[in-house]
Nanobody, 123 residues
């Protein structure tokens, strides 16, 4: 099994930047794909960025050009650099790993999940 733990959330003003980190432990060699999801108040959880084993990256349109996903070669750390943040980016952000690429192509039930970290963007 894979265990994931996020860090780096917080509050920032509109236009600011934050970097989220996710530490992976356990059977990290088995990880095929890692990524970030978010859930805003009153909305469903959505996948926003994903990185495959070969390094291919995928982004949802709402964050493309503003967010960058990256990881270390050992697949023990995952990052999300978030620039030009907007109030609509306010959400709980979750790190995930799973068997498909991008991650939102397969069922959430196949993923390992972190506990989530809050990001709040004020106008």
């Amino acid at each position: 099994q894979v265990q994931l733990r996020e860090s780096g959330g917080g509050s920032v003003q509109s236009g600011g930047s934050l970097q989220l980190a996710c530490a992976a432990s356990g059977y990290t060699d088995s990880i095929y794909s890692m990524g970030w999801f978010r859930q805003a108040p009153g909305k469903e959880r959505e996948g926003i960025a994903s990185i495959a084993r070969d390094g291919s990256t995928f982004y949802t349109d709402s964050v493309k050009g503003r967010f960058t996903i990256s990881r270390n070669n050992a697949k023990t750390m995952l990052y999300l650099q978030m620039n030009s943040l907007k109030p609509e980016d306010t959400a709980i952000y979750y790190c995930a790993s799973g068997p498909c690429s991008p991650l939102w192509r397969c069922s959430d039930s196949t993923h390992a999940w972190g506990q989530g970290t809050q990001v709040t963007v004020s106008s």
